[in-house]
């Protein structure tokens, strides 16, 4: 169920500035909060419910025994000894989800920044006045915003007016897609957006829909009338530790590659890591490539020759800095 808020607002859960790998030049990701895929790999586990989350930071919490005195619904376990709750046995989780309502009373009870709310509504003006705070940057660069999730088209009105206005603000816009929803929603975002981020999450169907919840012959037709249609594609394949690291796999992505009508604007070959173990825990979850270890992208540079003739550019690590960049010095060198 999704969090109540008004009509002229979304839940977001980070504005990030100075990002350099989410599009051209120098860019402002907002995330939005709600997600239809549930990735075993989510970086982002934060963004995939659609309603206000709690953080509760263990390291942070002395175990004061506050926010167990302000909740009205008994959804906080009672404090033990911090040592006990931080050791690496520990199964001691603060908040117990099923009888937690979201009041967020306990956040303003807690002194120590141990319990933070996930989720903020905010309209688009606002959204984008914080954006447009870098607009210098965006303008040397080449940069803009990139609206990502979450999933922007499980948002799709609020995406539509966003895009709508940030074009009216003269914003660069990226709009980053697994493509898993009706062609009707992507072409519109689309044909807004300067710049489509496509994820590939899998190219075989079953395993798609084991390792992320949903099939993927709806995306790969929608990748398909994407190309068609002309949108500037960057395409974003994952390298997952057993799943997406095998040379067949790539060659298998690469031939279907091969089928679309002309070869793609870009493909960003992305390396698993696992910067999101705390953000799980935080959420009271386990994160489940826990066994897996990160991928050098050093060690996945060779990808690059598989999709040789798939698209015009081809990176490891996706950066969008190098190449549209546009800085002029303030005042010309003297040259004598
Ligand atoms: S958000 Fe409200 S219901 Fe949930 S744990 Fe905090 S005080 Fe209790
Ligand atoms: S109020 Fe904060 S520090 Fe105290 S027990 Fe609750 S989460 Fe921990």
């Known amino acids: 169920m999704r969090t109540k808020i008004f009509d002229n607002q979304t839940l977001i859960t980070q504005i990030q500035r100075f990002s350099v790998n989410d599009g051209p030049g120098i860019r402002t990701n907002v995330f939005l909060k709600g997600c239809n895929l549930s990735c075993l790999w989510c970086h982002n586990p934060e963004t995939q419910s659609f ?16 926010c167990f005195d302000v909740c009205p619904n008994e959804a906080i376990n009672p404090p033990i000894s911090p040592e006990e709750a931080k050791s690496e046995e520990s199964t001691y989780y603060k908040i117990i989800k099923e009888r937690c309502d979201n009041c967020m009373k306990c956040v303003d009870s807690c002194v120590n920044g141990a319990l933070e709310i996930v989720g903020k509504a905010l309209t688009i003006e606002e959204i984008l006045d914080e954006v447009e705070r870098d607009a210098l940057f965006y303008k040397n660069s080449g940069g803009g915003m990139t609206l990502s999730g979450g999933e922007p088209t499980a948002h799709s009105d609020f995406a539509n007016r966003l895009i709508t206005s940030a074009k009216e603000r003269d914003i660069h816009v990226c709009l980053d897609t697994s493509g898993f929803c009706s062609w009707e929603k992507l072409e519109l975002l689309a044909n807004k957006s300067d710049i489509i981020l496509f994820d590939l999450k899998h190219i075989e169907s079953i395993v798609h829909e084991k390792i992320t919840g949903v099939p993927n012959e709806l995306i790969l037709e929608n ?114």
């Open 51 to 66: 309603t206000k989350e709690l953080y509760w930071k263990n390291r942070l919490c002395v175990q004061c025994g506050a």
């Open 223 to 336: 990748l398909s009338r994407l190309v068609d249609s002309g949108s500037e594609i960057w395409l974003r394949i994952l390298v997952i530790p057993g799943f997406t690291d095998s040379i067949e796999y790539h060659r298998k992505v690469a031939d279907y590659l091969s089928t679309l009508s002309r070869p793609l604007d870009r493909i960003d070959i992305l390396a698993f890591h696992n910067w999101c173990e705390d953000k799980y825990s935080w959420l009271g979850r386990k994160w489940p490539m826990g066994e897996s270890q990160a991928i050098d992208p050093a060690d996945i540079d060779h990808l690059t020759d598989v999709y040789e003739s798939s698209a015009r550019k081809i990176t490891i690590g996706g950066s969008g800095f190098d190449i549209r960049l546009n800085l002029k010095p303030k005042y010309a060198l003297p040259t004598t």
